[in-house]
């Protein structure tokens, strides 16, 4: 049986927990040390995953930016880029998002109802698979799997963060708090409710707590938990 891909979710958010606020401008969270460090991270990823509608929200390329970073990994024996990857359920992307247009092979997730209206979308700028009449998180790190992903990042949104996480599927993840309040109720936060693994008692294990410039990077193993 072919192993699932370690999952690692990636996030930077407000003191307040908010990935973004309401404003047609993205909340810029991380500072350019941050920044750095989230582009180390892409270059250790075989693969890099984000939803729909963060692909819409945000419209970002989604890339591995440094030059050097890009050179290891073809030394490496790896392409320059990670594969980047979405999941929908609509099938409502867009051909012309910077998604498709920058870095290399590009995969979309989605469900029975969507897979004609995605490939008519987009033809042959990404290739996609359907799992089924319902998005399934398992099949998806199955084919992720089958296709040579050992190491996945999450980048978002809040709602891909929380399944992973209620499904117990997330290895590790990277929180960055920001010395930011948000406080608008409508704007989009890391994760939402749901019924997490262990319930409200349950501590995950700290791999590591420490300061970039202003923001506080928080690592942890959520399947570790006591």
């Given at each position: 049986m072919t192993a699932r891909p370690y999952v690692l979710l990636s996030a930077a958010m407000s003191v307040d927990g908010y990935l973004d606020d309401t404003s047609s401008e993205r909340l810029l969270l991380s500072n350019p040390e941050d920044f750095d460090r989230v582009d180390q991270v892409r270059a250790e990823s075989d693969a890099i995953l984000i939803g729909a509608t963060t692909m819409r929200r945000d419209n970002p390329r989604l890339l591995v930016n440094s030059d050097e970073r890009r050179a290891q990994r073809v030394a490496d024996g790896k392409p320059a880029y990670p594969l980047k990857v979405?999941?929908?359920?609509?099938?409502?992307?867009?051909?012309?998002?910077?998604?498709?247009?920058?870095?290399?092979?590009?995969?979309?997730?989605?469900?029975?109802?969507?897979?004609?209206?995605?490939?008519?979308?987009?033809?042959?700028?990404?290739?996609?698979?359907?799992?089924?009449?319902?998005?399934?998180?398992?099949?998806?790190?199955?084919?992720?799997?089958?296709?040579?992903?050992?190491?996945?990042?999450?980048?978002?949104?809040?709602?891909?963060?929380?399944?992973?996480?209620?499904?117990?599927?997330?290895?590790?993840?990277?929180?960055?708090?920001?010395?930011?309040?948000?406080?608008?109720?409508?704007?989009?936060?890391?994760?939402?409710?749901?019924d997490y693994p262990g319930g409200s008692t349950s501590r995950m294990r700290l791999l590591e707590a420490r300061a970039i410039g202003d923001v506080v990077l928080m690592r942890y193993a959520p399947k570790e938990r006591g």
């Open positions: 979405t999941v929908t359920r609509t099938g409502d992307l867009a051909a012309d998002l910077k998604f498709w247009h920058h870095g290399g092979d590009k995969l979309v997730f989605t469900v029975d109802s969507g897979v004609e209206k995605v490939r008519t979308t987009l033809g042959d700028l990404a290739d996609v698979v359907s799992v089924g009449p319902d998005l399934d998180w398992g099949l998806v790190l199955d084919e992720l799997g089958r296709r040579g992903v050992g190491r996945l990042m999450v980048e978002g949104g809040g709602t891909i963060h929380t399944q992973l996480m209620a499904q117990n599927l997330a290895d590790e993840v990277h929180l960055a708090v920001a010395p930011l309040l948000v406080g608008q109720a409508d704007a989009p936060k890391f994760l939402g409710a749901a």
